[in-house]
């Protein structure tokens, strides 16, 4: 006979073997997690952004050098027309110094109707490498003389100048738009004051104003400033802060000895020309956090003694002063010890930098550093 074996009853099959119990992260693990991992956060953000503004920086300083080469290529074609800067471009903010050839724009802006809004130099230097529809610059020579069009400059740039219906001919292009960002003025990020752009809230005069006047912007899109400097300035005297006739007399300079070399008020839209009681200038505030712009005063009356005072170091004229001369100056210096600026028979770049403050240590420009920066 079979011997069988009687299933077990029900309820009584064996369990399986109990695995051990899955041991959860405790509170003291968890915080030390997060910890660690916002601690490895804290370092890297600030080593990316620091590696983002770096590479913004050799962006900038690209631009400048299209810049440079556009300017010498400028200067190469044009250098009969504009003496008063050395065949540059000018940067005048104001009606020029008197010379004949800066007449002939009437002491415009030579692509705005007359009465014209204030510009600056920020805006020349895009409208006179490139054209101010980034088309090309009209040549005043290239401008026929019928119906008095070489004085009409506002409209050099328009469909039908000649009435006739064909267009000046153009200039090459001296900066390739393409490499260079070019912003309109309206659109810039921060906030303008708008009493240092006069026709901001005014109606539009023309086809062309000057909210639309285009600017080269940094990797930050901010204005890249233009300052051309006066040919006809004397060396000792490096700034002024406006612009005066040809015959009037200077009084603004750190020497007073004749006409400055450069003029605060060409980009004192952007850099403004004043500073409040709680140390913030009127200029252009890109970064909406009421940002002092140092170079808001000019220190156009300093003289050498006053400008090693450290009370003055906000100021244009420390800012464009020539360095070995500046590290020549003790307090025993002679007041009227002879100053002169960088760049005398040239041009000023400066971007803002990542700071959006014009003047200070992190400004991209084409002036040479200081030594102990």
């Given at each position: 006979?079979?011997?069988?074996?009687?299933?077990?009853?029900?309820?009584?099959?064996?369990?399986?073997?109990?695995?051990?119990?899955?041991?959860?992260?405790?509170?003291?693990?968890?915080?030390?997690?997060?910890?660690?991992?916002?601690?490895?956060?804290?370092i890297l953000v600030p080593s990316l952004s620091a590696a983002r503004n770096q590479a913004k920086k050799t962006v900038t300083k690209s631009a400048l050098n299209a810049i440079e080469t556009g300017l010498q290529m400028f200067q190469n074609d044009n250098a009969s027309s504009f003496?008063?800067?050395?065949?540059?471009?000018?940067?005048?903010?104001h009606p020029p110094l008197g010379k004949a050839n800066f007449e002939s724009h009437l002491g415009q802006f030579p692509f705005l109707p007359n009465p014209h809004p204030l510009v600056y130099g920020a805006h020349w230097l895009p409208a006179m490498l490139m054209g101010v529809d980034l088309q090309g610059y009209v040549q005043r020579r290239s401008v026929p003389r019928a119906n008095n069009l070489r004085d009409r400059p506002w409209l050099w740039y328009t469909p039908d100048p000649t009435g006739d219906g064909k267009l000046i001919p153009r200039a090459p292009l001296y900066a390739d738009p393409g490499n260079l960002r070019t912003v309109a003025t309206k659109d810039l990020p921060?906030?303008?004051?708008?009493?240092?752009?006069?026709?901001?809230n005014a109606n539009r005069l023309d086809e062309l104003d000057m909210q639309d006047l285009p600017v080269i912007v940094d990797a930050w899109d901010q204005p890249i400033l233009y300052y051309a400097a006066n040919t006809h300035g004397r060396a000792s005297n490096m700034v002024a802060d406006v612009h005066f006739e040809k015959n009037s007399e200077y009084t603004g300079g750190p020497q007073e000895t004749g006409p400055p070399v450069y003029f605060h008020q060409d980009n004192e839209g952007f850099t403004g020309n004043a500073i409040d009681a709680e140390g913030v200038s009127n200029g252009w505030d890109f970064g909406g956090g009421e940002q002092r712009h140092t170079m808001a005063l000019s220190g156009a009356k300093l003289s050498a003694q006053d400008l090693i005072d450290p009370a003055n170091r906000d100021t244009f004229a420390r800012y464009v002063v020539d360095r070995k001369i500046f590290g020549t100056l003790t307090a025993n210096t002679p007041e009227t010890a002879p100053l002169r600026p960088v760049n005398r028979d040239t041009y000023l770049l400066i971007s803002?930098?990542?700071d959006g403050r014009y003047g200070t240590n992190d400004d991209v420009s084409n002036l040479p550093p200081w030594p102990n920066n």
């Open positions: 006979m079979r011997n069988t074996v009687n299933p077990p009853a029900l309820g009584t099959l064996p369990c399986p073997r109990r695995r051990g119990r899955v041991r959860a992260f405790s509170l003291v693990e968890l915080l030390t997690v997060i910890f660690i991992i916002s601690l490895l956060i804290a003496p008063q800067t050395n065949g540059f471009p000018p940067s005048f903010s921060g906030r303008p004051n708008r009493a240092l752009f006069p026709n901001w803002p930098g990542v």
